[in-house]
T-cell receptor, first 113, second 111 residues
Framework: KAGVTQTPRYLIKTRGQQVTLSCSPI?????VSWYQQTPGQGLQFLFE???????NKGNFPGRFSGRQFSNSRSEMNVSTLELGDSALYLC????????????FGPGTRLTVT | GENVEQHPSTLSVQEGDSAVIKCTYS??????FPWYKQELGKRPQLIID?????GEKKDQRIAVTLNKTAKHFSLHITETQPEDSAVYFC??????????FGTGTRLTIIP
């Protein structure tokens, strides 16, 4: 099976812009979770989708949003970018959700200048 | 709130010795506790997990123990090897499809 893929792998944006990141899960997986990884904070949960429904979200401002399509592919959007949004954004897919093994993608490195 | 504390943040051990990483969690309703390993420049990968109805689980040189009363769980790596050098993350699921990670432990194996 092909692994989790994320596009783009690298992105440079300017403060105030918006960005959309994409995640394609392993075939057959219906759960996609998103995480923000920074050196000081580790992995922070953004949200989890299962069959197009957001089941939970983390403590991030409303500028962070996501969605999942009928083919389980997921996108996350960050509007009005801030310097502090610079991070590695990882998505993970699972057949069950966050109570089972999650398979991570390679991540999208976002730099906000 | 939903919090996972992980210690130590860095750990160096001699090759062949054991390494122990500890995590505590805040919510007694937590029922799933995975450990992920992230090598430099790579994605996190699950190495072992434990559920709240089990006290200990082993997989070759890796073991995880869970103390529900004290709300803490630990990762034990025996006979460490250079390829064990990585950042290790513990996590806890708070029963609501939300996985909270610890801040990570950078483990260095000294040859």
């Amino acid at each position: 099976k092909a692994g989790v893929t994320q596009t783009p792998r690298y992105l440079i944006k300017t403060r105030g812009q918006q960005v959309t990141l994409s995640c394609s899960p392993i075939s057959g997986h219906r759960s996609v979770s998103w995480y923000q990884q920074t050196p000081g904070q580790g992995l922070q949960f953004l949200f989890e989708y299962f069959s197009e429904t957001q089941r939970n979200k983390g403590n991030f401002p409303g500028r962070f949003s996501g969605r999942q399509f009928s083919n389980s592919r997921s996108e996350m959007n960050v509007s009005t970018l801030e310097l502090g949004d610079s991070a590695l954004y990882l998505c993970a897919s699972s057949s069950t959700g966050t109570t089972g093994e999650q398979y991570f993608g390679p991540g999208t490195r976002l730099t906000v200048t | 709130g939903e919090n996972v504390e992980q210690h130590p943040s860095t750990l160096s051990v001699q090759e062949g010795d054991s390494a122990v990483i500890k995590c505590t969690y805040s919510d007694s309703a937590s029922n799933y506790f995975p450990w992920y390993k992230q090598e430099l420049g790579k994605r996190p990968q699950l190495i072992i997990d434990i559920r709240s109805n089990v006290g200990e689980k082993k997989d070759q040189r890796i073991a995880v123990t869970l103390n529900k009363t004290a709300k803490h769980f630990s990762l034990h790596i025996t006979e460490t090897q250079p390829e064990d050098s990585a950042v290790y993350f513990c996590a806890a699921n708070f029963g609501n499809e939300k996985l909270t990670f610890g801040t990570g432990t950078r483990l260095t194996i000294i040859p």
